[in-house]
């Protein structure tokens, strides 16, 4: 939903408030008058008009409240939950301007967090049939669906879902025989669950370092890292960047070297015609609240031999025979998925299009405002990759000589959450006497200078804009300039 879809103007009709309100389903929207929130009108408002002699086509705003509780942008959570109630459950935000930027509601407290999930496809209706037809846990229709819907999305020979993309990663390890004495290469600049699943499975994590351009894993670093006890490589796409698969791959089949794809971050990106998770002997998605789509938790592993899926799919279900039930033949993990999460998914599934034509737009407006200054650099995509356009992340340049963690702590000040990019893993306390690793400047480098904007397929492109302003006013101010009054759009 576009805040435009809650706003209309001061010589806007009550048929035309009556189309508003249904599309959003909220009750109510609110009346625009020189950029300035005027007044609102509710379903409940138009019908007493209605009744009242009113017709469709007088004006909304004459049976509309006068006087609507409108906040600040930069109101904190506490202040926005002491205005709502059950009789004000929708409350304009507004920025310094009096122009309405976003919305509270009892749902959405604040705005512009880093990621929130869109659920307004069929979700309710695909979660209502899993508990009225009692086929709720990891047995049901939505999973096989749901299965079948992202092997064809990448590609995949067989696709098992599991309770989260991190057991997805280890269940790949376990399902290719590695464990103790293997060496795992994997970026040292990625999220833990791609080295506690290594760790997990019993072998061990070689952090090396990355590509100074695309932030992914260096095959010159790849190539240094080799030992007689490499067994596999996890390239992981990191903020839905593919990483250079093709010669990945083939270093991996020169050197009979495993690939386990972390697509956690990656889904509907390509390299060439293919998508990734359609390289590695295994690869990984994650499907937590904040990926490109959710199932509330969950995850999914691709596998191209028959061999390892049969040995994955017992090891899901806690090593137990598909013949002989209670039969264990290995010691295995309960990795399944419940056919409520699947059933989100399915409905994620049936909005993907919209949701990437939507990230796009997304990408391209904040490239485009932030390119008007000389503050940032970009992720770099190879000419022949397209990413997913997944998180928003930008690294501020060397020569701006300020603290990236006191603009990410200035943004609130703006309703704005950011966050900082990931930590190297070789400065984890948790790896340190696990893992192998030497220096890793550029991941030390890109963790530094490197912060994430809100990326949520909610936002429209004044959302954008506002983020933007805000974003170069703060580093403005810490650099002692007078800010811009406004981007060009």
């Known amino acids: 939903m576009e805040i435009t879809d809650l706003k209309i103007h001061s010589e806007s009709t009550i048929a035309e408030a009556i189309s508003k309100i249904n599309k959003t389903g909220l009750g109510i929207v609110f009346i625009e008058a020189d950029n300035q929130i ?10 007493r008009a209605l009744l009242n002699g009113s017709k469709l086509n007088s004006l909304a705003n004459d049976c509309s409240n ?5 906040l600040s942008v930069n109101s904190s959570k506490k202040i926005i939950q002491k205005a709502l109630s059950n009789s004000i459950k929708i409350i304009p935000l507004v920025d310094d301007k009096g122009a309405m930027v976003d919305f509270a509601s009892i749902k959405r407290l604040h705005n512009y967090m880093v990621m929130e999930p869109f659920l ?13 037809t009692n086929w709720i846990s990891s047995q049901g229709k939505f999973v096989l669906k749901f299965e079948e819907g992202i092997k064809n999305l990448s590609g995949a020979n067989f696709c098992l879902a ?3 993309g991190t057991t ?13 004495g293997d060496e795992v290469i994997v970026p040292n600049f990625t999220f833990g669950a791609s080295v506690n699943s290594i760790v997990h499975a019993g072998a061990t994590p070689v952090l090396v370092d990355i590509d100074q351009n695309s932030w992914n894993l260096s095959l010159e670093a790849i190539s240094n890292a080799v030992t007689p006890k490499t067994k596999a490589i996890m390239p992981v796409h990191i903020y839905g960047n593919p990483c250079d698969m093709v010669s990945i791959m083939a270093f991996a089949e020169a050197n009979n070297l495993f690939v386990i794809e972390d697509c956690a971050e990656a889904l509907g990106a390509k390299i060439g015609d293919r998508y990734v998770g359609s390289f590695g002997d295994a690869a990984t998605f994650s499907f937590f609240a904040n990926k490109v789509l959710t199932t509330g938790e969950g995850g999914a592993l691709l596998i191209k031999n028959t061999n390892v899926y049969e040995k994955a799919l017992v090891l899901r279900d806690h090593g137990m025979s598909k013949e002989k039930r209670y039969w264990h033949e290995y010691v295995g993990f309960n990795y399944r998925l419940t056919n409520i999460q699947a059933a989100i998914g399915c409905a994620q599934l049936e909005q993907l299009e919209y949701f990437q034509n939507k ?10 405002y932030l390119n008007q200054t000389n503050y940032f650099e970009f992720q770099k995509v190879s000419d022949n990759s397209s990413d997913c356009h997944w998180l928003f992340t930008v690294l501020l340049k060397h020569n701006l000589n300020i603290s990236r963690d006191e603009i990410l702590s200035k943004l609130k000040n703006y309703g704005i959450e950011s966050r900082p990019v990931f930590y190297p893993m070789d400065k984890m306390p948790a790896f340190k006497n696990i893992a192998i690793y030497e220096a890793n400047p550029i991941s030390e480098d ?3 200078r490197g912060l994430s904007l809100p990326s949520s397929i909610s936002l429209d492109k004044n959302a954008i804009k506002f983020i933007c302003n805000s974003l170069i006013s703060v580093i403005d101010s810490e650099l002692g300039f007078v800010s811009l009054e406004k981007l060009n759009v």
Do not use: F, Q
């Open 38 to 47: 005027i007044g609102s009108i509710t379903d409940g408002d138009v019908r």
């Open 66 to 70: 006068k006087k609507p509780i409108v």
């Open 120 to 132: 307004n496809g069929n979700e309710i209706d695909y979660v209502t049939e899993c508990i009225s």
């Open 162 to 164: 599991t309770s989260n």
């Open 168 to 180: 997805a990663l280890h269940l790949a390890l376990e399902s290719l025989g590695i464990g103790a």
């Open 359 to 368: 990230r796009k737009m997304i990408w391209e407006s904040y490239k485009g």
């Open 446 to 448: 890109i963790s530094r």
